[in-house]
């Protein structure tokens, strides 16, 4: 199957059982370097605050690792979330990474808080951003990045100027709404919140406004992926993914684990049916059996390019998984 679409990767720097924060990053870079080796576009790394397990907290910090350890591969966010900070800081921060790293840096933005409320509060220091005010801080780090901004009083350095694309990430039909609006290529969280995928990609692509930066509507959807060579191996490290999930249907942070035979014992009727619903957009097997499964997933979605996602326990299982997408889609 020949998608002629390109594919990318997600990853949150997850902590496997046993190990720690430094493991994750190691082990995120050994995934960026495989990743541009078999022609994956892009890798982003999302934002979470006060997950004990999740090791993306700082992915500023963790792009420009990942961009110093490649070469041509683009890296950036998905997302930062920006209602957790000043517009002014993420041009800067964007801005050099950029100046670092020419023509490989993206800035995916999101106006969840990443975090439990109390969290949120103590990252804002009492700032309180709400829905409506997004888009005017959107308009903002816009406006850091434009050259038009060189005769105000506030400039970011080394930012203006700078082409870093700014993507919209979403999972409902008000980021469908605003991504159209502004004109921005829209990336949709379907890995974890399918419910509105089918709605917010036919609105933002009836319904986008051309921009001075992007012609004609560019929609991402992101996936879960986790292939092997044999079916019944595939379900097996998928194990591993459903205990992560299960922590977020519990409101809590597991660490990735080792697969295990069967989840019955591990979760009860309401949480696996609640994961099921919540992982709709999940894609298991091997070569054969995922190319009927995407090419499904392409006749109910027009995307222009597909993001995976990959939790699987054992660094050379995840590579290898990895592959085997590339070639399916590749």
Same mark, same amino acid.
């Given at each position: 199957?020949?998608?002629?679409?390109?594919?990318?990767?997600?990853?949150?720097?997850?902590? /496997?059982?046993?190990?720690?924060?430094?493991?994750?990053?190691? /082990?995120?870079?050994?995934?960026?370097?495989?990743?541009?080796?078999?022609?994956?576009?892009?890798?982003?790394?999302?934002?979470?605050?006060?997950?004990?397990?999740?090791?993306?907290?700082?992915?500023? =910090?963790?792009?420009?690792?990942?961009?110093?350890?490649?070469?041509?591969? /683009?890296?950036? $966010?998905?997302?930062?979330?920006?209602?957790?900070?000043?517009?002014? =800081?993420?041009?800067?921060?964007?801005?050099?990474?950029?100046?670092?790293?020419?023509?490989?840096?993206?800035?995916?933005?999101?106006?969840?808080?990443?975090?439990? @409320?109390?969290?949120?509060?103590?990252?804002?220091?009492?700032?309180?951003? $709400?829905?409506?005010?997004?888009?005017?801080?959107?308009?903002? !780090?816009?406006?850091?990045?434009?050259?038009?901004?060189?005769?105000?009083?506030?400039?970011?350095?080394?930012?203006?100027?700078?082409?870093?694309?700014?993507?919209? !990430?979403?999972?409902?039909?008000?980021?469908?709404?605003?991504?159209?609006?502004?004109?921005?290529?829209?990336? *949709?969280?379907?890995?974890?919140?399918?419910?509105?995928?089918?709605?917010?990609?036919?609105?933002? /692509?009836?319904?986008?406004?051309?921009?001075?930066?992007?012609?004609?509507?560019?929609?991402?959807?992101?996936?879960?992926?986790?292939?092997?060579?044999? &079916?019944?191996?595939?379900?097996?490290?998928?194990?591993?993914?459903?205990?992560?999930?299960?922590?977020?249907?519990?409101?809590?942070?597991?660490?990735?684990?080792?697969?295990?035979?069967?989840? &019955?014992?591990?979760?009860?009727?309401?949480?696996?049916?609640?994961? @099921?619903?919540?992982?709709?957009?999940?894609?298991?097997?091997?070569?054969?059996?995922?190319?009927? @499964? *995407?090419?499904?997933?392409?006749? @109910?979605?027009?995307?222009?390019?597909?993001?995976? $996602?990959?939790? =699987?326990?054992?660094?050379?299982?995840?590579?290898?998984?990895?592959?085997?997408?590339?070639?399916?889609?590749?």
């Amino acid at each position: 199957m020949n998608t002629t679409k390109p594919y990318s990767l997600l990853d949150l720097a997850i902590i /496997r059982e046993d190990f720690d924060a430094k493991d994750a990053y190691i /082990r995120s870079l050994q995934i960026a370097q495989h990743a541009e080796k078999l022609g994956y576009s892009r890798m982003w790394l999302a934002e979470h605050h006060n997950m004990a397990n999740v090791g993306s907290s700082s992915p500023q =910090i963790l792009i420009g690792y990942l961009a110093n350890g490649t070469s041509t591969i /683009r890296l950036g $966010s998905g997302g930062i979330m920006l209602p957790n900070h000043s517009p002014l =800081i993420i041009a800067e921060q964007f801005g050099t990474l950029a100046t670092l790293y020419p023509n490989r840096i993206d800035l995916g933005l999101g106006r969840a808080p990443g975090t439990d @409320q109390t969290t949120a509060t103590a990252l804002r220091r009492g700032r309180h951003e $709400s829905v409506q005010e997004f888009p005017s801080d959107l308009d903002d !780090l816009r406006r850091y990045f434009s050259e038009d901004n060189m005769d105000s009083k506030v400039r970011a350095f080394p930012a203006e100027g700078l082409d870093v694309p700014i993507y919209l !990430l979403g999972s409902s039909m008000s980021s469908a709404v605003l991504a159209s609006e502004k004109g921005l290529p829209y990336a *949709f969280a379907s890995h974890f919140a399918p419910a509105y995928l089918i709605n917010a990609s036919r609105y933002y /692509r009836e319904n986008f406004q051309p921009s001075a930066h992007l012609a004609k509507p560019y929609f991402i959807s992101c996936v879960n992926v986790i292939a092997a060579d044999t &079916d019944e191996e595939a379900h097996y490290l998928a194990t591993s993914f459903y205990q992560t999930a299960l922590g977020i249907i519990r409101g809590r942070s597991y660490p990735m684990k080792k697969p295990v035979k069967s989840m &019955d014992n591990i979760w009860n009727e309401a949480e696996a049916a609640a994961i @099921q619903n919540m992982m709709a957009c999940t894609f298991i097997g091997t070569k054969e059996s995922l190319k009927p @499964q *995407f090419e499904s997933f392409f006749k @109910q979605v027009e995307v222009d390019e597909l993001m995976v $996602s990959t939790n =699987i326990y054992d660094t050379e299982k995840r590579l290898k998984s990895l592959e085997i997408t590339a070639e399916v889609l590749g």
